[in-house]
């Protein structure tokens, strides 16, 4: 993969880490929205996981396509804010059940 | 018994997350040899956790939902689906993605590797993730499987 690929799977990733952020929190406080994906894909969590891909592949071709520039990239750099997203997404939605369950 | 796919979804999960922490640890020193045995080790790893994925879907879909989900509900400790269910079943989905993303990254770079030192750093960071959210997964696992034979002990039916 060329650098730019690189920086589009990246950005990829942490698209799907955000959306299956967002979607979780989101449906849970959002009936009609728990409801449209699970109608729409027989279970709200089928729709998360299948929606996670397509934002992947979307945020991927959207980087690899139709932005400009980017022919080199730090991979540290990226590797690094995978993990400082990946940590807060976890935190987050972690954090999110604890309170719906024990903060009243 | 418990259902085989849970042990299934669990053995690839967990031999996905030491397959990662097998490429994490080749990297601090590697070699041609080192760094053709990642290649094929991530793989096996990101394959294993696109399987447990699908497993663990699965499973999560036709038997937890039915059998295992109304009766933890029911027991004495609910806060193990509640709190625990729900996060593991979304914080699951972060993991084919960092795995694809660091086996991209090895596949791209390939021997390179030996003289990219900030760039095995970055791989090595990767697979660190994969193995404490991995890891991370199986202590939920436990806490899930603990409220479900706490309900059968204190006689909940569904």
């Given at each position: 993969m060329t650098p730019k690929e690189l920086?589009?799977?990246?950005?990829a990733t942490l698209g799907s880490i955000i959306f299956v952020t967002f979607s979780t929190i989101y449906?849970?406080?959002?009936?009609?929205?728990?409801?449209?994906?699970?109608s729409t894909f027989g279970h709200h969590w089928i729709a998360k996981s299948v929606l996670s891909v397509v934002v992947f592949v979307l945020v991927y071709y959207y980087f690899t396509?139709?932005?400009?520039?980017?022919?080199?990239?730090?991979?540290?750099?990226?590797?690094?804010?995978?993990?400082?997203v990946s940590i807060l997404a976890g935190l987050i939605i972690f954090g999110f059940y604890v309170n719906e369950f024990w903060g009243g | 018994m418990a259902d085989p796919l849970i042990g299934l979804h669990a053995f690839l999960g967990e031999f996905a997350v030491f397959a990662f922490l097998w490429v994490m640890v080749e990297l601090f020193n590697p070699n041609k040899e080192s760094l053709a045995r990642v290649k094929i080790i991530s793989s096996i790893g990101l394959v294993f956790l696109f399987l447990s994925w699908f497993v663990g879907g699965y499973y999560y879909l036709n038997v937890y939902g039915a059998d295992v989900k109304p009766l933890i509900k029911a027991g004495p400790q609910p806060w193990a689906h509640l709190v625990f269910t729900e996060t593991k079943e979304h914080v699951f989905l972060f993991l084919p993605f960092i795995g694809l993303l660091a086996y991209?990254?090895?596949?791209?770079?390939?021997?390179?590797?030996?003289?990219?030192?900030k760039t095995r750093h970055a791989i090595q960071l990767l697979c660190l993730m994969i193995v404490l959210i991995g890891l991370s997964m199986a202590g939920m696992g436990?806490?899930?499987?603990?409220?479900a034979r706490n309900a059968l002990e204190a006689g909940v039916t569904i």
């Open positions: 920086h589009a799977a990246t950005m449906s849970e406080v959002s009936a009609p929205f728990k409801t449209f994906l699970a396509r139709m932005s400009k520039g980017k022919n080199h990239w730090n991979a540290w750099q990226m590797a690094k804010n995978v993990t400082i | 991209f990254l090895i596949h791209s770079h390939g021997e390179n590797l030996v003289k990219e030192r436990y806490l899930i499987s603990t409220g």
